[in-house]
């Protein structure tokens, strides 16, 4: 008896170890460390989602952050392989994958429209071209999370931004430029030396992720409230380690991202809530502008942004893609 027992525990914990080869797991890196950045608990909440749909399938195991690679240069080592999945702002892909922040226009409530959906299948073989597999680009709901210009000098109209020294995003650069500002790059370690300084006069930035924790109310007068383009945060792969998933591990994937896509958006209306009253309790000020010239800012971003697309991308890239978004309507 003693001996079947022991034969029957030798085959369970057999069982067991072949269960436990047979998860695949993936390394991660993201733009921004878990605990700081709203936008960088995206990554955490996916990670967490498939950990838990894919216990003994697929996991996922977090590397670190900008403490592993400068985030402008992760895009590029996950199309290398150096790791296996990413998280970050869409826009970090602008110089690796031609229009892979196109999302940030999306009117859809997902700004890629979900796993399933024809825009999300366009969006997917612009990566692909490259390398990369896209799982998914999460936000806030429409016009919450978004970027907004912050600045050092009152705001009332886009003329106030001509000649202006500001702070920019690979995507915001183009609404800059078209407003007759100048664009300065600099990353976000940077950004309150160069307020306090001087050196720039304000700076875009999606002010639900972690504007206080940087500390630049201190050296912040005004916040435009003109919200501008969709932010959030995106989730890619590497497309031969996609590719040697299994179809069950690949499905846990895009469960995972689903739900963080849905989790996203009370996330980001939470975080804006409470930037903006803690922005507020520092010393800014919110402007608002008149609904003219509101109409004016809000034209300008989008077809400054547009205007940049259509040197990308083919002609009937834009305008297959700009159905799918009208479908949205």
């Known amino acids: 008896m003693l001996a079947g027992v022991l034969a029957a525990g030798i085959l369970g914990m057999t069982q067991m170890t072949v269960a436990n080869a047979a998860e695949v797991t993936l390394r991660m890196v993201g733009a921004w460390a878990h605990g700081f950045s709203p936008t960088g608990e995206i990554g955490k909440n996916f990670m967490d989602n498939v950990n838990r749909l894919g216990e003994g399938v697929v996991r996922i195991q977090y590397i670190g952050a900008d403490d592993v690679l400068p985030p402008f240069d992760?895009?590029?080592a996950l199309v290398n392989g150096v790791f296996d999945v990413w998280y970050g702002a869409p826009n970090y892909w602008a110089g690796?994958?031609?229009g892979g922040d196109i999302t940030e226009l999306s009117p859809h409530l997902v700004p890629d429209g979900g796993p399933g959906s024809k825009l999300y299948d366009f969006v997917v073989g612009l990566y692909e071209a490259k390398g990369v597999r896209h799982l998914g680009h999460a936000a806030g709901d429409l016009g919450v999370g978004v970027h907004y210009l912050s600045t050092n000098f009152p705001v009332k109209s886009l003329d106030?931004?001509?000649?202006?020294?500001l702070r920019v995003t690979p995507l915001t650069r183009h609404f800059v430029q078209a407003a007759g500002g100048e664009s300065v790059t600099l990353p976000p370690s940077e950004i309150y030396l160069a307020m306090d300084r001087g050196t720039v006069e304000g700076f875009s930035w999606p002010v639900a992720d972690a504007f206080t924790r940087y500390?630049?109310?201190?050296v912040t007068r005004y916040m435009?409230?003109?919200?501008?383009?969709?932010?959030?945060?995106?989730?890619?792969m590497n497309l031969d380690k996609w590719n040697a998933l299994s179809p069950e591990a690949q499905d846990i994937l895009l469960k995972a991202m689903a739900?963080?896509?849905e989790w996203t958006r009370r996330w980001f209306a939470q975080n804006l809530e409470e930037q903006?009253?803690?922005?507020?309790?520092?010393?800014m000020e919110v402007l608002k502008l008149s609904d003219e010239e509101a109409e004016r800012w809000n034209k300008l971003a989008i077809e400054s942004l547009w205007a940049y697309y259509e040197t990308i991308l083919p002609a009937d890239k834009i305008t297959e893609v700009k159905a799918l978004f009208d479908a949205a309507e």
């Not at 435009?224 to 890619?236: E, K």
């Open 74 to 76: 992760q895009p590029e």
């Open 96 to 98: 690796v994958v031609p």
């Open 160 to 165: 106030d931004l001509r000649g202006k020294q």
């Open 215 to 218: 500390g630049w109310q201190e």
């Open 224 to 236: 435009i409230d003109q919200p501008m383009y969709r932010s959030g945060g995106s989730v890619a």
């Open 259 to 261: 739900e963080t896509q």
């Open 276 to 283: 903006v009253r803690l922005m507020k309790e520092g010393g």
